[in-house]
């Protein structure tokens, strides 16, 4: 067995090289406690094929952020990257572009209006 090497959590991108391979199903990420034999941490993940996977022989997982049983289960280095959230981080920093600028104008509501899509934003990525 070595290290999980140059693997990253799907969920918090934290560095997995304190995880032994292969993944045990209930292996757990050190930093944020997301279960670790899950379809998004999987190379065959893939949010636009049918069922989310882009294995032909791999039975369909329902929940892609639980530990599953499946046989085909290969984690990937990318699994941070290319999971769902990479969107909204883009979206994110746009919006900070945008709203960056107008606080330099001195616009008080805008600063309001931040922190209720601050909130938005923080309650999407808790997930639960
Ligand atoms: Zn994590």
């Known amino acids: 067995m ?3 090497a140059n693997l990253v ?3 918090c991108g934290r560095p997995l090289d ?3 391979l292969p993944i045990r199903r209930l292996e757990v990420c050190p930093d944020c406690d997301a ?3 899950v379809c998004k941490m999987c190379e ?3 949010a636009h ?3 989310a996977c882009t294995e032909d022989h791999a039975e369909e997982v329902r929940n892609k952020e ?3 049983f499946c046989d085909y289960f290969k984690p990937t280095p990318d699994a941070y990257q290319l999971r769902d959230g990479a969107a909204t981080q883009a979206s994110r920093a746009k919006l900070d572009a945008l709203f960056d600028q107008d606080t330099h104008a001195g616009n008080a509501d805008t ?3 931040r922190g209720a899509l601050d909130d938005l934003f923080t309650d999407d990525c808790d997930g639960k």
Do not use: D, I, Q
């Open 2 to 4: 070595k290290a999980g």
């Open 9 to 11: 959590c799907w969920k």
């Open 18 to 20: 304190a995880v032994l």
């Open 35 to 37: 279960e670790l034999h």
């Open 44 to 46: 065959f993940y893939a």
């Open 49 to 51: 094929v049918v069922e």
């Open 66 to 68: 639980r530990a599953n």
């Open 111 to 113: 600063a309001s209006t």
